[in-house]
């Protein structure tokens, strides 16, 4: 890690590894804030961006097992803006045929990013990515307006809108704003204590800056990432962003990875049921070519998961499910060598390709398996 920011990859990182109950690695290194001189602490706080899409995912899986929802379920049963949805085409006089979807968008499709989905933001809130300016229920009326990629369960098309919508139905299975439930079912009972949408004031001091690389040196990212200038940490934001508004610590991902890794279990307290968490970590979309970000991974139900260990994903054991963020996070968990592993750094135009698979193959290595 040391050497990636000697060399103005990032400007500063925490990573952690865990095997079983032991922490086995736990390290902060670099610069969390250059400008106003702030050392990285384990403690520091990043943005972790589309790692807060299994968070979403383990809110729906609660609801589920409640009885508030089924995953089979259409998603225009609880949201009626979806119904009548058309899929895109431009196939001559068979268009107005093709573009009926062949079943509605289904709460599956949704967590699997198979719905078609796009990822753009709509035209007519173009901006809410960056302003957060806009109510979620107002956000994802929007995307119901806008027609489907492809026929659903067809194809793989990753999707923050598509997690946007699951955070509404959220809202509307519980009766609660999506924050408050996440914060009262997953992150307050786990004592995820340093995480949050909206940046409190007496935390700001300990939040990460996000950086881009300029002519050779780390610069402070622009106002066009996710979530607006890192700099005013979302002040006035009312979106929560469910594909990607979470802050966190290390410390705080280790607390909800040790539930999954545990069957659903933190500490004597049940979160989800095994079987919930083996159907979220199982591969459901294997007979999809391409699918994920890494060759080797197919999505599960809000986490990527290792089929087959090669490429950037030698030495990960099958099964292994994890999921990184826009700024370089990420975090895996291995069931098989009961292994945890997280890596914080806030880089929003990429280039940590390197720095990334390093850390993934030294995890794994640190067992001496």
Same mark, same amino acid.
């Given at each position: 890690?040391?050497?990636?920011?000697?060399?103005?990859?990032?400007?500063?990182?925490?990573? /952690?590894?865990?095997?079983?109950?032991?922490?086995?690695?736990?390290?902060?290194?670099?610069?969390?804030?250059?400008?106003?001189?702030?050392?990285?602490?384990?403690?520091?706080?990043?943005?972790?961006?589309?790692?807060?899409?299994?968070?979403?995912?383990?809110?729906?899986?609660?609801l589920a097992e409640e009885g508030k929802l089924a995953l089979r379920d259409p998603v225009e049963q609880y949201l009626p803006e979806f119904r009548g949805q058309r899929v895109r085409t431009n196939v001559g006089p068979d268009a107005r045929r093709l573009s009926v979807p062949d079943h509605p968008v289904t709460i599956r499709d949704l967590l699997t990013?198979?719905?078609?989905?796009?990822?753009?933001?709509?035209?007519?809130?173009?901006?809410?990515?960056?302003?957060?300016?806009?109510?979620?229920?107002?956000?994802?009326?929007?995307?119901?307006?806008?027609? /489907?990629?492809?026929?659903?369960?067809?194809?793989?098309?990753?999707?923050?809108?598509?997690?946007?919508?699951?955070?509404?139905?959220?809202?509307?299975?519980?009766?609660?704003?999506?924050?408050?439930?996440?914060?009262?079912?997953?992150?307050?009972?786990?004592?995820?204590?340093?995480?949050?949408?909206?940046?409190?004031?007496?935390?700001?001091?300990?939040?990460?800056?996000?950086?881009?690389?300029?002519?050779?040196?780390?610069?402070?990212?622009?106002?066009?990432?996710?979530?607006?200038?890192?700099?005013?940490?979302?002040?006035?934001?009312?979106?929560?962003?469910?594909?990607?508004?979470?802050?966190?610590?290390?410390?705080?991902?280790?607390?909800?990875?040790?539930?999954? /890794?545990?069957?659903?279990?933190?500490?004597?307290?049940?979160?989800?049921?095994?079987?919930?968490?083996?159907?979220?970590?199982?591969?459901?979309?294997?007979?999809? #070519?391409?699918?994920?970000?890494?060759?080797?991974?197919?999505?599960?139900?809000?986490?990527?998961?290792?089929?087959?260990?090669?490429?950037?994903?030698?030495?990960?054991?099958?099964?292994?499910?994890?999921?990184?963020?826009?700024?370089?996070?990420?975090?895996?968990?291995?069931?098989?060598?009961?292994?945890?592993?997280?890596?914080?750094?806030? #880089?929003?135009?990429?280039?940590?390709?390197?720095?990334?698979?390093?850390?993934?193959?030294?995890?794994?290595?640190?067992?001496?398996?």
């Amino acid at each position: 890690m040391q050497h990636f920011i000697d060399g103005q990859t990032v400007a500063g990182s925490v990573s /952690l590894i865990a095997h079983g109950n032991d922490v086995i690695e736990f390290h902060a290194a670099g610069m969390a804030d250059i400008e106003a001189g702030h050392v990285m602490q384990k403690d520091t706080i990043f943005q972790i961006m589309s790692m807060t899409k299994p968070v979403t995912a383990i809110g729906i899986m609660m609801l589920a097992e409640e009885g508030k929802l089924a995953l089979r379920d259409p998603v225009e049963q609880y949201l009626p803006e979806f119904r009548g949805q058309r899929v895109r085409t431009n196939v001559g006089p068979d268009a107005r045929r093709l573009s009926v979807p062949d079943h509605p968008v289904t709460i599956r499709d949704l967590l699997t990013h198979t719905a078609g989905i796009t990822d753009s933001a709509p035209a007519a809130i173009h901006d809410y990515p960056q302003l957060m300016n806009v109510p979620l229920e107002e956000v994802v009326r929007q995307i119901a307006k806008e027609p /489907l990629l492809f026929q659903p369960g067809t194809q793989w098309s990753y999707s923050s809108p598509g997690i946007e919508i699951l955070g509404r139905l959220i809202e509307v299975c519980s009766g609660q704003k999506y924050e408050d439930f996440i914060a009262e079912r997953i992150l307050r009972p786990l004592g995820m204590k340093d995480s949050f949408f909206f940046p409190p004031a007496d935390k700001i001091a300990r939040i990460a800056m996000v950086y881009v690389r300029k002519d050779g040196k780390l610069v402070r990212a622009p106002a066009g990432i996710l979530g607006g200038d890192p700099a005013k940490y979302r002040n006035g934001a009312i979106f929560p962003a469910p594909a990607w508004g979470l802050y966190s610590t290390a410390e705080d991902l280790l607390h909800l990875y040790r539930m999954m /890794l545990n069957e659903g279990v933190y500490e004597g307290r049940r979160y989800l049921s095994p079987f919930s968490v083996h159907l979220m970590t199982e591969s459901h979309t294997s007979g999809i #070519r391409p699918v994920g970000w890494i060759r080797g991974g197919d999505y599960g139900l809000g986490w990527e998961v290792v089929t087959e260990p090669f490429g950037e994903l030698t030495g990960h054991s099958k099964g292994t499910y994890g999921h990184s963020g826009a700024f370089g996070t990420q975090g895996w968990i291995d069931p098989r060598n009961h292994l945890i592993s997280i890596l914080l750094i806030q #880089r929003a135009d990429g280039g940590i390709d390197g720095l990334r698979d390093i850390f993934q193959n030294m995890a794994e290595a640190s067992l001496g398996k």
